[in-house]
């Protein structure tokens, strides 16, 4: 039996182990989230930073990078392993804790699978962009969250599986241009890529 968790509790339990899971969730993507980074960007925000797996990616295109999450144990990893980044540990899911108008660039990579309000999401990351702002993310094919094991418990952690055709609504909605990327395997979609920009 396997108990299902919200992410903070869930997150703050698997943490340790997240580094196991590198090389699984990199072969989702097959290497094009990264690709579609810009090179520069004033203010960089990583949402549902984690631990960090993507930072150096980040940090590297700006002089201004900060990351918000929701688990405290995983930002604590995140300062363990890339040392100094601004943090911010916050619940996501209705309110995005920066002011209008003030980013670049979004990354929210692998976080809507845990986000319940999509649509509110999305209004926010259009409030804190500035104008022609990016803002990057996924969706995964994942119906059912895995059960994963930590600190000798067994538990899923809870998940939403957001249909794209609704995201891409919500995208038009609040005027946002938009391309996608489909990753597939074995004729079904693993993942797909937005890159959505504020005009
Ligand atoms: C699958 S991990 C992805 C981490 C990182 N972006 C990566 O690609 O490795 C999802 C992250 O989103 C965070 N998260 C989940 N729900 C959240 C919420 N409501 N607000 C803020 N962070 C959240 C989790 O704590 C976790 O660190």
Do not use: T
């Not at 690709?35 to 960090?52: C, F, Q, T, Y």
């Not at 002089?63 to 995983?74: A, L, R």
């Not at 059960?147 to 998940?159: E, N, T």
Request: glycine share 4%.
């Amino acid at each position: 039996m396997s108990n299902i968790v919200d992410p903070k509790e869930g997150y703050n339990l698997y943490a340790d182990n997240y580094q196991n899971d590198y090389r699984k969730l990199e072969s989702f993507d097959k290497g094009e989230f990264l690709k579609l980074i810009p090179e520069r960007a004033e203010v960089v925000v990583d949402l549902g930073i984690g631990d960090g797996r993507i930072a150096e990616h980040l940090r590297k295109i700006s002089d201004k990078f900060i990351g918000i999450d929701i688990s405290s144990k995983m930002l604590e990893n995140c300062l363990k392993y890339h040392g100094n980044i601004d943090l911010v540990n916050a619940d996501l899911d209705f309110s995005i804790p920066l002011k209008s108008e003030s980013v670049d660039f979004i990354s929210a990579y692998f976080l809507f699978v845990h986000l319940k309000d999509a649509k509110g999401f999305i209004e926010e990351a259009y409030r804190v962009l500035k104008e022609n702002g990016i803002f990057l993310f996924n969706l995964i094919h994942q119906k059912k969250p895995p059960v994963l094991k930590a600190k000798k418990k067994k538990f899923k952690i809870k998940s939403y599986y957001h249909i794209p055709s609704h995201i891409e609504e919500y995208l038009d909605y609040f005027w946002f241009k938009w391309e996608r990327i489909d990753i597939f395997e074995d004729k079904f979609w693993v993942s797909k890529i937005y890159k959505a920009v504020k005009v």
